[in-house]
């Protein structure tokens, strides 16, 4: 059975972290297409293909900064979990914040990881290997429930 490659979602409004994360990416030749949006609205208006997004791919992973403008990555949390379409999509909490409160409220919505933003370029990487073999998961699923 051929591999099929997901999207991931990027939500993150720091340039500095979209930069790092997109080096990882490519240092690690992730091959999933990364999207990158800058807010909570923004994220909400292309996983609902909206205005501009119309066309988007539903991505098969997102990676989820908490800390934004407007509608924040917590409240996107909820929102995702409350719907029963976007539930489905597996969410990685990709963040500076080590609140207890952030951790448990993660768990409480079942997303599928809480990882602590990397201070280097290595650790980066390391991150995104955890999250290209989730990737890889989520299209084993995926294409054994068509079968």
């Known amino acids: 059975m051929a591999h099929q490659e997901i999207d991931i979602l990027l939500v993150e409004d720091d340039p500095g972290d979209v ?23 923004q994220a909400l208006r292309y996983l609902r293909r909206e205005g501009p997004f119309e066309d988007a791919r539903p991505p098969g992973l997102i990676l989820l900064d908490l800390t934004l403008p407007g509608l924040d990555g917590r409240d996107l949390l909820t929102r995702l979990a409350d719907d029963p379409v976007l539930c489905a999509i597996p969410v990685v909490v990709l963040t500076n914040s080590l609140a207890e409160r952030d951790i448990l409220r993660a768990r409480q ?21 955890e999250v290209e073999g989730l990737a890889m998961q989520v299209v084993r699923v995926s294409a054994g429930q068509r079968t």
């Open 109 to 129: 919505l079942r997303t599928a990881g809480y990882i602590v933003k990397p201070v280097d370029f290595h650790r980066l990487v390391e991150v995104v290997r």
């Open 19 to 41: 930069l790092l994360t997109r080096e990882a990416f490519a240092d690690h030749k992730v091959r999933n297409r990364l999207v990158v949006v800058g807010d909570g609205r």
